[in-house]
């Protein structure tokens, strides 16, 4: 098993850029969870699916954030207009229907 | 609503020492409790679980047991070694799938 997979695994780019990041989840899982993780706020729960279906976006920080999950196997999560305070590590996990989640190794953001 | 916390950091043990990172939590009905590990530049893994009141999860030589009296799930680890510096989560999952996770507890092992 290939594990959840996440691209880009760095991402640089300038303030008021749009940015996408990226996550296949393991297959046959049916939740799928987005964090950040920072210093300061250290691991925070931004959205998760169920089913492809958004269950709990109460974590999202505000309307520039926006995730998506169009079928089982792929899920976005994009920024725009991106910030420098959007710098993080965003980390995307899957489950079944089994209560552990399986992370991916995240994707590193900075906005410069 | 739901909440984990978990004993500040950094701990700093010389390797053979014994661990205990406590973790207590608050959140209705009865969650699933895990501890994950995190190394440097890498995802969390889960390091062991229990989902009922007096389980114990076990896994790599660390124990937590689920103390639903004292709503607690404190990780212990009898004979700590360098490889396992890294940064420790508590987390809870409800019923309802919704996850909570700790602060994270920095842990140094020097030889």
């Known amino acids: 098993d290939a594990g959840v997979i996440q691209s880009p695994r760095h991402e640089v780019t300038e303030m008021g850029q749009e940015v996408t990041l990226r996550c296949k989840p393991i297959?046959?899982?049916?939740?799928l969870f987005w964090y950040r993780q920072t210093m300061m706020r250290g691991l925070e729960l931004l959205i998760y699916?169920?089913?492809?279906?958004?269950?709990?976006d109460s974590g999202m920080p505000e309307d520039r954030f926006s995730a998506k999950m169009p079928n089982a196997s792929f899920s976005t999560l994009k920024i725009q207009p991106s910030e420098p305070r959007d710098s993080a590590v965003y980390f995307c996990?899957?489950?079944?229907?089994?209560?552990?989640?399986?992370f991916g190794p995240g994707t590193r953001l900075t906005v410069t | 609503g739901n909440s984990v916390t978990q004993m500040e950091g950094p701990v700093t043990l010389s390797e053979e020492a014994f661990l205990t990172i406590n973790c207590t939590y608050t959140?209705?009905?009865?969650?699933?409790l895990f501890w994950y590990v995190q190394y440097p530049g890498e995802g969390l893994q889960l390091l062991l679980k229990?989902?009922?009141?007096?389980d114990k999860g076990s896994n790599k030589g660390f124990e937590a047991t689920y103390r639903k009296e004292t709503t607690s799930f404190h990780l212990e680890k009898g004979s700590v070694q360098v490889s396992d510096s890294a940064v420790y989560f508590c987390?809870?999952?409800?019923?309802?799938?919704?996850?909570?996770f700790g602060d994270g507890t920095t842990l140094t092992v020097k030889p």
């Open positions: 996990a899957s489950k079944a229907s089994t209560y552990e989640q399986y």
């Open positions: 297959s046959g899982h049916n939740s």
């Open positions: 699916f169920n089913n492809n279906v958004p269950i709990d």
């Open positions: 959140a209705t009905g009865y969650p699933s």
């Open positions: 229990a989902t009922k009141a007096d």
């Open positions: 987390a809870l999952i409800t019923n309802a799938g919704k996850s909570t």
